[in-house]
Structure formats: structure tokens, C-alpha cells
């Protein structure tokens, strides 16, 4: 089904907008492809890696997250797994266009911080939903921020409005009043571009913009998606479980016995501190940072994150 077609001049907007602000390298949109339909081998990646110009550094720091006694890219992606360190990568790619656009570090910074808080938790979300995975919840983070990051980095140069369209609360038609398409089609259009395929994006843009497609909304993919944004979004704004009850209990090992203190899971305990300690003092996730001003920012956001 070709999204792009269906709706309103929305789409039209959101297509130009990503026509505008999105253009991988192929040989990044072939990694990417190849690595989430399982068909690619660890030359395939070195070498469609090599060809775009990603940063090696950002797979290899994010591989250090697991063993920090990683140093190079091959056991990075080892550690990581294709589709994580693709996606990883792909994420990297879209940083770099996040910072490059903006005219300062003060828009910049917010921005991208957004992004790794959604990234981080949907992560800690999926490693704790076997139906889901880190993988997919890495890349349901991604497509939660990534819409609104890429309007917000191309049209808004004033801080104020950066962190009210940021802020807990912020509605789809705010960004559609202000930019005349939705972050989720820019997200689901910005997958497809990067490579993730028309199935992924377009579970991808019912799950985050909360949308109902006949012939789809009952694919037991888009059932995990949409349940799994619904918690990624109420843990990113301070809630225990989503208010939609079919994705509350879509994932059974997440579901409480009898709602007490005591009778959550262990793993669940782990996952709302994990999300606690992101929302207090954001993600400590910083592989999507240019390497050349790693260490510089990396204080710079610790010192920002009160703000």
C-alpha cells in the first residue's frame, strides 16, 4: 500500500519536506535494507558501510554499551547484531543532517536529546517484550522522535518553540498547524529512504501516528508496533502503562499479577528504573555525536541537562 497516495495535501507536504532534508547514500539504504530482511553478511556490511561515509565510531561506541571493552567495528557489529548496529548507523546519518541544519548548538542539542531519550527507552523497552526485541524497540524509539526532530531541525530556530513542540503533551496538530504535515509521515517516509522497507514504515506510521488502515491494522506486526509505541510514549512521559488497554496487556510478561508493588516482574522493575533515570537526567547515549566533538559535547550535555 503506497501511503503517499492516500489521505490529504499532508502527505504531499510531508514528501516534499523529506525530498528536502533526507538523502542517504545508497550503499547506507542497502546496509540498512539488507540487514533487517536478514539477507546480509558481515562483507556485506563491512562493505556497504565503508561506501557510506558513516562514522565507524558511532557502532563501535554503541557496542561499547554492552562491552566496553570493544574497540573495533567488526566485533562491534558482533555485539550489536545487524539490524541494531544498521539501524545505529542510520541513525548517525540522520544526527548529522539533525546538527549540520541547525543553525546552533542550543537547537541543535534539545533536539537530538529528544531523540536519544526516545531511542534509549524503546531499547530498554523491547529487551523487556520478547515479542519485540532491542532491535525493534531501538527502531520504534527512532520513529517515535523522528519526525518531529526533522521538522523541528529544518523550520524552528527559536529555543522557546523548540522545547514547547518537545515538551510532555505536545499534539500531532500543533506540528500540523505549524508545518502542514504530521511528524508521523515524515517518519514513515524518512524509514522508507533510509531503507527499513514499506512494511516496517508503514507500521511504523500507524503505530505512531495512531492511525487505522483497514487491510493492515489487524497484522499482528502492526499490533506489536502500535502496542509498543503506546508504551514507549507514556514511559517517555512518566507513565507506568499505557491508558489504551489492548497495549497494555499485548505484551504478557509485562503485565502486573494483581497491579501491587510487589507482584511486578523483575524485569519490569529494571525498565521503569531504567526509564526513570533517562527522564531525570536524560540518555547518557552519545554515539550519535560527530567524533570530532565527542568528548566537548558529551560534557556540554551533561552539564544541559537540568534544562
Request: hydrophobic share 40%; proline share 4%; glycine share 6%.
Amino acid at each position: 500500500m503506497d501511503f503517499v497516495d492516500q489521505i490529504d495535501s499532508s502527505w504531499d507536504t510531508a514528501v516534499q519536506v523529506v525530498r528536502n532534508l533526507v538523502v542517504p547514500p545508497s550503499s547506507l539504504s542497502r546496509l540498512v535494507r539488507l540487514s533487517w530482511n536478514g539477507t546480509v553478511t558481515m562483507k556485506d556490511f563491512l562493505t556497504s558501510f565503508t561506501m557510506s561515509r558513516i562514522d565507524p565510531s558511532c557502532v563501535v561506541r554503541a557496542a561499547q554499551l554492552i562491552d566496553k571493552d570493544i574497540q573495533e567495528l567488526e566485533p562491534a557489529i558482533s555485539t550489536l547484531g545487524f539490524p541494531s548496529a544498521s539501524a545505529v548507523a542510520a541513525v548517525n546519518f540522520i544526527s548529522q543532517g539533525l546538527i549540520t541544519k541547525t543553525s546552533s548548538e542550543r537547537i541543535w542539542m534539545p533536539i537530538t536529546r529528544h531523540m536519544m531519550n526516545s531511542i534509549e527507552i524503546g531499547y530498554h523497552f523491547g529487551s523487556s517484550a520478547s515479542a519485540l526485541g532491542p532491535d525493534s524497540g531501538l527502531l520504534i524509539g527512532f520513529a517515535q522522535a523522528l519526525g518531529s526532530c526533522l521538522l523541528l531541525s529544518a523550520g524552528v530556530k527559536d529555543l522557546a518553540e523548540v522545547r514547547t513542540l518537545l515538551r510532555d503533551g505536545a499534539t500531532t496538530g500543533e506540528f500540523l498547524a505549524r508545518f502542514e504535515c504530521e511528524p508521523c509521515q515524515v517518519a514513515s517516509l524518512t524509514l522508507q529512504k533510509l531503507g527499513f522497507g514499506l512494511d516496517l514504515s508503514s507500521a511504523a506510521v500507524m503505530a505512531v501516528g495512531n492511525l487505522n488502515y483497514a487491510d493492515t491494522s489487524n497484522d499482528p506486526v502492526v499490533k506489536d508496533w502500535r502496542a509498543a509505541s503506546d508504551w514507549i510514549y507514556s514511559l517517555t512521559h512518566g507513565r507506568r502503562t499505557p491508558s489504551r488497554a489492548e497495549s497494555a496487556n499485548r505484551f504478557t510478561e509485562l503485565i502486573p499479577g494483581d497491579g501491587s508493588s510487589s507482584a511486578i516482574p523483575l524485569h519490569l522493575q529494571s525498565l521503569y528504573a531504567q526509564v526513570d533515570a533517562i527522564r531525570e537526567m536524560h540518555s547518557t547515549w552519545t554515539w550519535h555525536l560527530p567524533t570530532n566533538s565527542y568528548q566537548e559535547t558529551a560534557e556540554l550535555l551533561g552539564r544541559g541537562r537540568t534544562s
